[in-house]
C-alpha cells in the first residue's frame, strides 16, 4: 500500500511564497515520478509539475513557469514544490501523485491524471489579494 501525505498548504498574500511537501510511503520511493495537481472550487484537477524518479528531469505548467520550483530528497522520500510570487490564482487544493516509472524521460503520459496510481489527500493553498 502506497500513501502520498502532502503537507505545508496555508493562507499567504499575494507575492509570498509557500513550501509543499509529499512524504511517499508503501513502495520504493526511487522507483516513482511524482507529480504535483491542482484544484481550484469548481474547475477540473490541473498538471503543476512533475520530477522524474531520479530528479534529473523536471516539467511544469506554463501558468506556473518560473514561480515554482519542484525536488526531490530521495533519502527523505519526500518531494517538495517551493512556490514563489504567488497568485490568487494559484488558490487551490494541491495533491502529490505517484506512478512508477522506468529511466528519466517525461512523456505527455506525465501531465495526465489518468496516468498516476497513487494520490495524496490534498493540502489547501489560499492566496489572498
Known amino acids: 500500500q502506497v500513501q502520498l501525505v502532502e503537507s505545508g498548504g496555508g493562507l499567504v498574500q499575494a507575492g509570498g511564497s509557500l513550501r509543499l511537501s509529499c512524504v511517499v510511503s508503501?513502495?520504493?520511493?526511487?522507483?516513482?515520478?511524482v507529480g504535483w495537481f491542482r484544484q481550484a472550487p469548481g474547475q477540473e484537477r490541473e498538471f503543476v509539475a512533475v520530477?522524474?524518479?531520479?530528479?534529473?528531469?523536471?516539467y511544469y505548467a506554463d501558468s506556473v513557469k518560473g514561480r515554482f520550483t519542484i525536488s526531490r530528497d530521495n533519502a527523505k522520500n519526500t518531494v517538495y514544490l517551493q512556490m514563489h510570487s504567488l497568485k490568487p490564482e494559484d488558490t487551490a487544493v494541491y495533491y502529490c501523485?505517484?506512478?512508477?516509472?522506468?529511466?528519466?524521460?517525461?512523456?505527455?503520459?506525465?501531465?495526465?491524471?489518468?496516468?498516476?496510481?497513487?494520490w495524496g489527500q490534498g493540502t489547501q493553498v489560499t492566496v489572498s489579494s
Open positions: 501523485a505517484g506512478r512508477p516509472q522506468r529511466g528519466s524521460h517525461i512523456t505527455s503520459q506525465a501531465l495526465g491524471i489518468a496516468s498516476y496510481d497513487y
Open positions: 508503501g513502495r520504493t520511493f526511487s522507483s516513482l515520478a
Open positions: 520530477i522524474t524518479p531520479s530528479g534529473v528531469n523536471t
